[in-house]
């Protein structure tokens, strides 16, 4: 038996039917939803992480790769935490390239918004921080909702390292995007900016505040004090 078929056949004891007659719901898999057509095993997060951290050391790449193309999203995301850990043990820069590599050519597997965010941050991230950022770039203008999503929950980590311009710019550029999922995206990145940096967060609020959308305003003012919060959402400065 290898890898791949192991660690299905794990996550296959972890099965609960009512997750999994909860998730598809959830997840948006109705025809014309964002998560149209995605499959459902019924396993919660904390079993998926307890097999990646079991299974990380020693699963080839190979096979990483193929368990991140299965059809059930539950084998996509385990595969999404065997490569985080991998990459944040990586000490040679050629296997951290290996792994985004890899995470590179499989963004297609990367298709709702639970396996961007437990990715793009810990994965592309740390290794777009000190490489050429045109990858960042042509994420954000392929037009692909999760590429875009990963574009900017990529420059999470950039946030954390207290760098916010990429994610300002690219903030910039989604003002007018049309899917709620990057309106909740942005805003969240901006929130975490004005967490670190509030006089920067408010400089582009102030701005653009007017013609943001509003559950990207919402989300980026949540933890605003009440009454510029008021201020904001009224169109009082």
Request: overall charge positive.
């Amino acid at each position: 038996m290898n890898y791949v078929e192991k660690i299905k056949s794990e996550l296959e004891q972890y099965v609960d039917p009512e997750k999994r007659e909860f998730l598809p719901r959830f997840f948006k898999t109705n025809p014309g939803d964002y998560g149209e057509g995605d499959l459902f095993m019924g396993v919660t997060v904390p079993f998926q992480r307890k097999i990646a951290r079991k299974y990380y050391m020693d699963i080839p790449l190979a096979e990483t790769e193929k368990l991140l193309q299965d059809p059930y999203h539950e084998c996509r995301l385990t595969a999404l935490f065997i490569l985080c850990l991998r990459f944040e043990k990586a000490r040679m820069a050629e296997d951290k390239t290996e792994i985004v590599n890899l995470y590179l050519r499989n963004l297609s597997c990367v298709n709702n918004w639970d396996l961007v965010d437990s990715s793009a941050d810990k994965i592309l991230g740390p290794y777009l921080i000190n490489n050429k950022l045109d990858v960042l770039y042509d994420l954000a203008e392929s037009g692909v909702l999760w590429k875009q999503r990963t574009a900017i929950m990529a420059t999470f980590y950039f946030i954390k390292n207290g760098c916010f311009a990429e994610t300002l710019e690219l903030a910039e550029k989604f003002l007018s995007h049309e899917h709620d999922l990057m309106h909740k995206a942005v805003g969240w990145m901006l929130r975490e900016i004005g967490k670190r940096d509030f006089p920067v967060e408010y400089t582009f609020l102030k701005k653009h505040y007017r013609k943001m959308p509003r559950t990207m305003l919402r989300y980026a003012i949540e933890k605003l004090e009440p009454k510029l919060r008021e201020k904001f959402l009224k169109g009082m400065l």
